[in-house]
């Protein structure tokens, strides 16, 4: 069965920098979009960023300037840069993808199991 890994979360004072990270845990035919959300406490999960395999990417207004996503095509990763984070922010981070797993499947959903970022001094 094919996984979403995520990792890069943790703690980190208001002000720091998370580097958040997602890629499958094998090769993949096609991956047509992934994306971060976020869910923090009480609160429903929300989108924060995506890029499609193209490269186009797209934002929460309130995230743009801060957080930056981004793609090694490579290793089929997907980043999530987070900068001058506040408290927030604290929530947990999930990657999702649509994929194709082999070239004669159809594409469906994937969820990671999420990573915690937790924003505080």
């Known amino acids: 069965q094919v996984e979403l890994v995520e990792s890069g979360g943790g703690l980190v004072q208001p002000g720091g920098s998370l580097r958040l990270s997602c890629a499958p845990s094998e090769s993949i035919f096609n991956i047509y979009v992934m994306v971060w959300y976020r869910q923090a406490p009480e609160k429903q999960r929300e989108l924060v960023a995506s890029?499609?395999?193209?490269?186009?990417?797209n934002y929460k207004d309130s995230m743009k300037g801060r957080f930056s996503i981004s793609k090694d095509n490579t290793k089929n990763t997907t980043f999530l840069q987070m900068n001058s984070l506040v408290t927030d922010d604290t929530a947990v981070y999930f990657c999702?993808?649509?994929?194709?797993?082999?070239?004669?499947?159809?594409?469906?959903?994937?969820w990671g199991q999420g990573t915690q970022v937790t924003v505080s001094s």
């Open positions: 999702y993808s649509r994929m194709a797993v082999r070239s004669y499947t159809s594409p469906k959903d994937y």
């Open positions: 890029i499609t395999s193209g490269g186009k990417t």
